[in-house]
Antibody, heavy 117, light 112 residues
């Protein structure tokens, strides 16, 4: 069974770049036909798609975040990553990495990222 | 964007009793393939969401058969035949037909 684990700083200053990595275990990131996704959940709120990447490198980004997002994949490390630039307090959320898009089959435990000076 | 609307937003159910959650989409989720691109997820307290139902009515691996999904087009329902204490949490529907994929607001299930 595929397992995912997010890692990265829990605190980011306003205007800086949020960088998270998702490590995939229990399967190769290039097999299974999965898209590798990032989602987030603002405190006490619902779920929001950030975007996803296929192992070939094709990406989809949420249009509302598109100008600030980069999702990349490192097949040699079985990892994929998220960069979100120019963060504000509105980017404070639990960030989830996941496999699949519809449906989202496996989820990481999530990591809280707080944007604050 | 496709807007997903769930009802009710909260419900309180006695163990052993049934529960039902409705999800409506602003556009039909029925693809030309015949599949409805509608999934259901449960987020238990302090956990990440877990997949319950995909394509409207297919239970994910390991999901108890007391959970069932039905509906087509724009109207969908998640039913729990006999609620158990472990079913507490927030239930979300999600449309996967059109990127940007979107979720409903969530329905909080409390066990009495």
């Amino acid at each position: 069974q595929v397992q995912l684990q997010e890692s990265g700083p829990g605190l980011v200053k306003p205007s800086q770049t949020l960088s998270l990595t998702c490590t995939v275990s229990g399967g190769s990131i290039t097999s299974g036909g999965y898209h590798w996704s990032w989602l987030r959940q603002h405190p006490g709120k619902g779920l929001e798609w950030i975007g996803y990447i296929y192992y070939s490198g094709n990406t989809y980004y949420n249009p509302s975040l598109k100008s600030r997002i980069t999702i990349s994949i490192d097949t040699s490390k079985n990892q994929f990553s998220l960069e979100l630039t120019s963060v504000t307090a509105a980017d404070t959320a639990v960030y989830y990495c996941a496999s699949g898009v519809t449906p989202v089959v496996y989820w990481g435990p999530g990591t809280l990222v707080t944007v604050s000076s | 964007d496709i807007v997903m609307t769930q009802s009710p937003l909260s419900l309180s159910v006695t163990p052993g009793e049934p529960a039902s959650i409705s999800c409506r989409s602003s556009q039909s989720l029925l693809h030309s393939s015949g599949y409805n691109y509608l999934d259901w997820y449960l987020q238990k307290p302090g956990q990440s969401p877990q997949l319950l139902i995909y394509s409207g009515s297919n239970r994910a691996s390991g999901v108890p058969d007391r959970f069932s999904g039905s509906g087509s087009g724009t109207d969908f329902t998640l039913k729990i035949s006999r609620v158990e204490a472990e079913d507490a949490g927030v239930y979300y529907c999600m449309q996967g037909l059109q990127t940007l994929y979107t979720f409903g607001q969530g329905t909080k299930l409390e066990i009495k």
